[in-house]
């Protein structure tokens, strides 16, 4: 199951589960679409992958299968 972490790795602004607009990449890493667009152009600076839409999650299931606490801010 995708972790869906709570931040972008660029910019450590607030990833929101069932926020539309952020990228992920095959080693989950996490990205809004706008850091992607003004600098990663597709592909993601920690494994190299391409960056993909990162599915959101609906309200319903994040009761069951919340949202990740764990950060991840790198760039």
Do not use: W
């Not at 990228?23 to 597709?42: Q, T």
Request: charged share 25%; with cysteine; net charge neutral.
């Amino acid at each position: 199951m995708l972790g869906m972490r709570p931040d972008c790795e660029s910019c450590s602004k607030d990833l929101l589960a069932e926020q539309a607009g952020a990228l992920v990449s095959s080693f989950e890493c996490r990205f809004y679409d706008s850091c992607d667009k003004d600098k990663l152009h597709g592909i993601c600076p920690n494994c190299g992958g391409a960056l993909s839409p990162r599915p959101t999650r609906s309200q319903s299931l994040l009761a069951k299968y919340p949202d990740s606490t764990e950060r991840k801010y790198i760039c």
